[in-house]
């Protein structure tokens, strides 16, 4: 499995609060993922990076930013968080084919 | 969009008992993926299946894509405890990319022992 490491595992914020959540992988894999988990909505993708300084948007992009200044780093940030954004946040890596490595995932509540 | 509907999106069931559960759409994927989530964790693909009709199994796990390719079925036979998770059912459009992964919302199993 790739190892990919989320951080913080968990993370509790105020409204109108900057959050970044941190994703590492040492897969040297190209394609990395970010994906947040509602109950009801499965995984929808948010910001998606095919290279380095190569990002592009998903479907729930708005109010999130991301960047990717390493192979192996890859943060998202939320620019004012909203309680909306209360989720599961998941990064992920994509192996051969379209075959996806999760990390283990970051619980923020927003307040 | 192309969207994939998961059924039941509950299930609870005795240890030793078999079930299926289901993931469908009116659209047609190049391919079919199974993950399965344990609480606290990231999902972690099961299984991939590619051709219409396509069976595979996994252990106790036969996955199945339907002729068409626009549904597939996961059968788990004597569940055990160990069989608990989210199961989850993506589908792809075939462009290289997960970029274009269609994601269910998933079953959530339980097996009771």
């Known amino acids: 499995d790739a190892g990919i490491t989320q951080s913080p595992r968990h993370k509790v914020t105020e409204t109108g609060t900057p959050v970044t959540l941190r994703c590492h992988q040492t897969?040297?894999?190209?394609?990395m993922y970010w994906y947040r988990q509602d109950p009801g909505h499965g995984l929808r993708l948010i910001h998606y990076s095919y290279g380095v300084k190569d990002t592009d948007k998903g479907e729930v992009s708005d109010g999130y930013s991301v960047s990717r200044s390493k192979t192996e780093d890859f943060l998202l940030t939320l620019e004012s968080a909203t309680s909306s954004q209360t989720s599961v946040y998941f990064c992920?890596?994509?192996?051969?084919?379209?075959?996806?490595?999760f990390g283990s995932g970051t619980q923020l509540s927003v307040l | 969009t192309q969207l994939l509907e998961q059924s039941p999106q509950f299930l609870s069931i005795q240890e030793g008992e078999n079930l299926t559960v289901y993931c469908n759409s009116s659209?047609?994927?190049?391919?079919l993926q199974w993950y399965r989530q344990e609480p606290g964790e990231g999902p972690v693909l099961l299984v991939t299946?590619?051709?219409?009709?396509e069976v595979k199994k996994l252990k106790r796990l036969t996955f199945q894509f339907g002729d068409a390719r626009k549904d597939s079925s996961l059968h788990i036979t004597a569940a055990q405890p160990g069989d608990t998770g989210l199961y989850l059912c993506a589908g792809s459009t075939g462009t290289g990319s997960a970029r274009q992964l269609t994601f269910g919302s998933g079953t959530q199993l339980t097996v009771l022992p």
């Open positions: 299946v590619v051709t219409g009709g």
């Open positions: 897969e040297n894999h190209r394609y």
């Open positions: 992920a890596t994509q192996g051969a084919g379209e075959k996806l490595f």
């Open positions: 659209s047609v994927f190049s391919s």
